[in-house]
Nanobody, 126 residues
Framework: QVQLVESGGGLVQPGGSLTLSCVAS????????VGWFRQAPGKEREGVSC????????YYADSVKGRFTISRDTAKNTVTLQMNDLDAGDAGVYYC???????????????????WGQGTRVAVSS
């Protein structure tokens, strides 16, 4: 049974940092691309970043470029999202998801992801 588990969310002050982790069981991240998505209250879920397992490319939403970094640890079967300089617009529930294949222009397409975690909440407030 495949399971993705996110952790690392919490409350942080504006300008602060958090590191989210996504650990997989029953699935090898070397064979799956992993995306991070977030959903703010009253808004649709949106793509934040993706690690393409096929070529090692990393994709980011324009709103997080230069502030967020996605990385993969194959030994731990974990994908992390380092988030710096957080602001109120970054608050929401963050989900990781796994897809067998995503193309550069389609990484935000949620229907391409087969497995999803339950999410971890990020709050940004002073």
């Amino acid at each position: 049974q495949v399971q993705l588990v996110e952790s690392g969310g919490g409350l942080v002050q504006p300008g602060g940092s958090l590191t989210l982790s996504c650990v997989a069981s029953g699935l090898n991240f070397e064979s799956f691309s992993v995306g991070w998505f977030r959903q703010a209250p009253g808004k649709e879920r949106e793509g934040v970043s993706c690690f393409n397992s096929y070529n090692g490319n990393r994709y980011y939403a324009d709103s997080v470029k230069g502030r967020f970094t996605i990385s993969r640890d194959t030994a731990k079967n974990t994908v992390t999202l380092q988030m710096n300089d957080l602001d109120a617009g970054d608050a929401g529930v963050y989900y990781c998801a796994a897809a067998q294949y995503v193309q550069m222009g389609f990484w935000t397409h949620q229907e391409r992801y087969t497995y999803w975690g339950q999410g971890t909440r990020v709050a940004v407030s002073s």
